[in-house]
């Protein structure tokens, strides 16, 4: 970490090679319990000076390491410290440099109200009584005092932040927001002659009836001026129906919607629930009544029910 960078003592490669001699001499200390035990099956003597010196080594070596552990805690927690010091110093510093600052920014208002109060003497008497020169006086007290007021807020927090009792640093300024403005896709206005329909820039169903103004994408709207389902408004004909003087127009197809993005050479037609595929013809069922009747049959009576020529198919 950057903040451990200076050391008195290099302590991670210290504590490094003692773990590796702390390894050594546990593996030491277990060959020496296996020969020992070895040694006892056998009832060869034992080797009680190397095993207790590898137990000593043993001990005094992890005696070492948690001592070498306690001096890098110490010594990262004294880092972390030092750390949060000079944070904190700087967030002060730039704490005084504020309130400085603010007072700089702020202090010609009050010799601006003083000014404006001198001035209103030389149109008092066009202007008779009013309280703007009151209220220019009261501000030319008040600003300062509210000036002093906040400078000194800003340095207290900063003695605040030095003690360790406010935040080691200062909150970010706002961010403004970028809005993100979409271009808007063109359109071409038109004047339809029949209900039209299409889809927008993104992908909503649009429908106009028919004698309006309406803006179209640029497909749709050339689609249908190609086909005859709509005008240029500033045309003579659009003009003249627009206007009433061109009659009582007529639609070219009453009921039916074109779809403006569907492909012209696909019959198909349109209903209240949209465009869809033609429906099939309706079935005609066929009644055989027999030959046709004479002029003298249609003089007589009826024939009564049941006769030839009551037979249906």
């Not at 702390?22 to 060869?44: D, I, K, S």
């Not at 927690?77 to 904190?88: F, L, N, P, T």
């Not at 800003?154 to 003695?159: G, I, S, V």
């Not at 927001?177 to 820039?201: G, N």
Request: aromatic share 4%; hydrophobic share 45%; glycine share 6%.
């Amino acid at each position: 970490m950057a903040l451990f960078t200076k050391k008195p003592l290099d302590l991670s490669a210290k504590r490094a090679a003692l773990v590796a001699r702390l390894h050594t001499a546990e593996t030491r200390l277990a060959e020496l319990r296996q020969q020992a035990v070895t040694a006892a099956r056998n009832g060869t003597p034992l080797d009680a000076a190397a095993a207790w010196q590898a137990q000593f080594d043993l001990d005094a070596l992890q005696a070492a390491l948690a001592e070498i552990d306690r001096e890098r805690a110490a010594q990262e927690a004294q880092a972390i410290q030092e750390a949060d010091e000079a944070q904190r110093k700087q967030t002060a510093q730039a704490l005084h440099a504020a309130a400085a600052e603010f007072e700089q920014a702020f202090a010609p208002f009050a010799e601006v109200m003083r000014q404006g109060h001198a001035a209103y003497a030389k149109f008092e008497h066009l202007l008779g009584s009013s309280g703007l020169p009151t209220l220019l006086q009261n501000l030319a007290v008040e600003i300062p005092a509210a000036i002093a007021i906040h400078a000194a807020e800003l340095r207290a927090r900063a003695a605040r932040v030095r003690e360790g009792t406010a935040p080691p640093s200062l909150p970010a300024p706002p961010q403004l927001e970028i809005v993100k403005v979409e271009p808007v896709a063109p359109t071409i206005s038109i004047f339809s002659l029949q209900s039209l329909q299409w889809r927008d820039a993104a992908g909503r169903l649009e429908v106009c009836g028919p004698f309006q103004i309406h803006a179209l994408p640029v497909k749709a709207a050339k689609t249908a001026l190609a086909r005859n389902l709509a005008l240029e408004p500033a045309s003579p004909r659009a003009q003249a129906i627009i206007h009433g003087k061109d009659g009582q127009p007529h639609l070219l197809d009453p009921g039916k919607t074109y779809d403006l993005d569907a492909d012209p050479n696909e019959k198909k037609q349109t209903g209240p629930g949209g465009p869809g595929p033609l429906r099939p013809a309706p079935q005609i069922q066929v009644i055989d009544r027999g030959p046709p009747r004479t002029a003298h049959f249609a003089k007589g009576p009826e024939p009564k029910p049941g006769g030839p020529n009551d037979d249906v198919l």
